[in-house]
């Protein structure tokens, strides 16, 4: 049942999409800088915070993001802007302390978290000249996870970490803003993603993520067709 509502919620998601990438888009948008259908790509910078008292440090995942978008005129200066994106975000988190090793059966080291998702973020851009303002809210589908001991000398033991997506929550949400230029068919910019839901589901998922929720900021290059 689960996978039928998750398949239709979906399908839905991708339909609407299909139907404001090709529906008329009228005079306004004609006057409006910047692509209207066009493929994206770039760099995320991610990080989640655990509330967890035996974490020491947490640092900052390189990963990165892909996908298509279309910008649909509302006004000379307001447009709605729909993407359809992979993304791959994470974090770099170092454990330490008896308590890490006699819970969870790992001694202090640094872990890897790697989550990948489909996301759908749907934004409202402010057009002033070639210059965009663009704001929203986002929901993403975890379509892998996988956690590595980056110090598997400190770390392996009889009992190493075993975590797929089903230790993390397989939707996710949030708000995203930025901004971005737009040169002919090319468009520059800057965003920031803040999760609005744990990361980490229930079990060993959600002990080592405690309360943390996905934060990233990205950069990316765009080509408008």
Avoid: C, W
């Amino acid at each position: 049942m689960k996978k039928n509502q998750k398949f239709g919620i979906f399908t839905g998601i991708g339909i609407v999409f299909l139907l404001l990438t090709f529906a008329p888009q009228g005079q306004a948008q004609s006057e409006n800088p910047g692509p209207r259908v066009g493929i994206k790509g770039g760099a995320n910078f991610s990080q989640f915070f655990v509330d967890q008292p035996t974490v020491d440090d947490e640092n900052m995942k390189v990963g990165l993001h892909f996908g298509i978008f279309t910008k649909i005129a509302l006004t000379d200066f307001l447009a709605i802007q729909p993407e359809l994106l992979y993304t791959s975000l994470g974090s770099k988190v170092s454990y330490g302390g008896s308590d890490v090793e006699s819970l969870l059966g790992i001694r202090e080291g640094e872990v890897r978290f790697n989550l990948n998702y489909i996301q759908l973020p749907l934004g409202l851009a402010f057009n002033i000249g070639p210059l965009n303002v663009n704001a929203g809210p986002y929901v993403s589908y975890l379509i892998s996870a996988n956690v590595k001991d980056l110090k598997s000398s400190d770390l392996s033991t009889s009992d190493p970490i075993e975590l797929n997506k089903d230790d993390f929550n397989s939707i996710d949400y949030g708000l995203f803003a930025g901004v971005g230029f737009d040169i002919g068919n090319v468009s520059i910019g800057a965003r920031y993603n803040h999760g609005l839901r744990e990361v980490g589901s229930e079990g060993l998922g959600g002990t080592l993520t405690n309360n943390s929720r996905n934060g990233v900021a990205q950069i990316f290059l765009g080509f408008g067709f």
